[in-house]
């Protein structure tokens, strides 16, 4: 599986977008790309993947360069509920394989 | 019902007990997995169950001991657990296979203390 970069934390004002960028400059073509946070004493909850076309649901959007060596997830409007760590994760859709590993993520302090 | 619940929130146990966390999910969803966590770290996989057979097991200690019972549960037996098993104790379930398996729902944890 393709590696992640990530900044290790960033800081957001509330109400304002958030742009958390992932470096994978190694992905391969069958790779997708899926967002991951978790808030402070919670389990992870799913946010959004993709594999080359931008995303966008209720909760946040994805932008893949069109060289898929990076992304960004954004978050439209941050609210303090929104403070996290995030983890950007590569995998193959392979049907056989379930294995999602988490790397150390981005934490996300977002701030009145 | 997008909800896995697991079940004690928190566990106090000595290294000679034996105890069991419980999840459960009613999503229809036919992977189900174990994830440990240590304090500031990301969660690492312990377990894959897949039609409610051990798919996965990323060499855990056989003092950690998974069930599952039915496609809806989930279980992890616990036995003579050491201090540093102390963690949260994270229960997943997905859709079986391809881009489905990374869609996972976590539950909440049970954060385990071994003393």
């Known amino acids: 599986d393709a590696k992640t970069t990530q900044p290790p934390s960033m800081d957001c004002a509330e109400g304002r977008a958030a742009n958390l960028p992932c470096n994978h400059s190694t992905i391969s073509g069958n790779e997708y790309v899926y967002w991951y946070r978790q808030i402070h004493s919670q389990g992870p909850q799913y946010i959004i993947h993709?594999?080359?076309n931008n995303e966008t649901n209720e909760m946040a959007s994805l932008i893949i360069t069109e060289d898929r060596k990076s992304s960004t997830l954004i978050l439209p409007h941050a609210t303090l509920r929104d403070t996290a760590v995030y983890y950007c994760?590569?995998?193959?859709?392979?049907?056989?394989?379930?294995?999602?590993?988490f790397g150390a993520g981005t934490t996300v302090t977002v701030r009145a | 019902d997008t909800e896995v619940t697991q079940t004690p929130k928190h566990l106090v146990m000595g290294m000679t007990n034996k105890k069991s966390l419980k999840c459960e999910q009613h999503?229809?969803?036919?992977?189900m997995y174990w994830y440990k966590q240590k304090a500031k770290k990301p969660p690492e996989l312990m377990f894959v169950y897949s039609y409610e057979k051990l798919s996965i097991n990323e060499s855990v200690p056989s003092r950690f001991s998974p069930e599952c019972p039915n496609s809806s549960l989930l279980n992890l037996h616990l036995h003579a657990l050491q201090p540093e098993d102390s963690a949260l104790y994270l229960c997943a379930s997905s859709q079986e296979g391809g881009i489905f398996a990374y869609e996972q729902y976590f539950g909440p944890g049970t954060r385990l203390t071994v003393t």
């Open positions: 994760i590569v995998r193959v859709a392979n049907s056989n394989d379930y294995k999602l590993s």
């Open positions: 993709g594999l080359k």
């Open positions: 999503m229809g969803h036919r992977a």
